[in-house]
């Protein structure tokens, strides 16, 4: 993990961020009322942090945990997944409720939905969007995984209809798009190319338990892991073999950011 100075995690209402050069979690930045954190993201100058609360909507922290700025976004959405540009706006959003839900923050005070699309039997626990942003990857409680483009109407390009056997629990693209990762509550992460569908790969551990969230390193290489309930975190290589297994300070982690 030399190459990144910076990598955050978050738990219910509070972030942290591990510091490489001091090998330590510090606290980063709380959130009002205790509320659930649900997307993060670095911005681009590394100056500030964005990140989306529970009923609260699209919030910014400086570096020194400094509320920013908030605007409502919507009242009843769960934020997934959040990209911030080159130009440190937060463009693309994604919520998701029991749909999924694009939305394009030219400006970050009047958002607006682009595309909205309904490929599961139930709710949608996770998203993330492609880096070249033409596809939103999905996953659900009724065991399923899709792909679609980020367009109306569009139909799913890819539909995995068993996934896993239990909920998704988070979906993740690399970094060149090429493939996702999914982390279900049955304990599997899997791999899948994000073209043609085709299983690459699987990881299984019965003593870490349910998968939380996922997160892959800026150059691909590594994926990110923490469970729910029993603060252990592992990092895997790309084809999903265990680099080194960690025991954590937070009990479960949503999101996973690197600067």
């Not at 469970?227 to 025991?247: E, K, Q, T, W, Y």
Request: aromatic residues 10%; proline residues 3%; hydrophobic residues 40%.
């Amino acid at each position: 993990m030399d190459e990144y100075s910076e990598y955050e995690g978050i738990s219910l209402g509070e972030a942290a961020v591990w510091q490489k050069n001091k090998g330590v979690w510090e606290p980063s930045f709380r959130a009002s009322r205790g509320v659930g954190i649900f997307a993060i993201a670095f911005g681009s100058d590394q100056q500030q942090t964005v990140g989306v609360e529970w009923g609260e909507g699209l919030t910014l922290w400086d570096n020194e945990g400094k509320r920013i700025e908030t605007k409502k976004i919507t009242s009843d959405d769960c934020c997934c997944s959040l990209i911030v540009t080159s130009e440190n706006k937060p463009t693309v959003l994604v919520g998701v409720n029991s749909a999924i839900h694009c939305l394009a923050l030219d400006d970050i005070a009047n958002p607006r939905k682009i595309s909205a699309a309904f490929h599961h039997h139930g709710e949608v626990k996770t998203a993330d969007i492609s880096p070249d942003l033409s596809l939103i990857a999905t996953g659900s409680v009724d065991f399923k995984i899709a792909i679609q483009e980020v367009r109306p109407g569009n139909m799913a390009h890819l539909l995995w209809e068993d996934a896993h056997t239990e909920r998704v629990n988070s979906v993740v693209f690399s970094p060149d798009g090429q493939r996702v990762y999914s982390g279900g509550y049955d304990w599997i992460i899997k791999c899948w190319s994000a073209q043609s569908g085709e299983r690459l790969g699987e990881f299984s551990d019965s003593g870490f338990g349910r998968i939380g969230t996922l997160g892959v390193a800026p150059d691909g290489d590594m994926l990110f892991c923490s469970s729910v309930g029993n603060h252990r975190f592992v990092v895997l290589d790309r084809d999903l073999d265990p680099l080194i297994a960690i025991s954590m300070g937070f009990d479960s982690i949503f999101r996973h950011v690197f600067s």
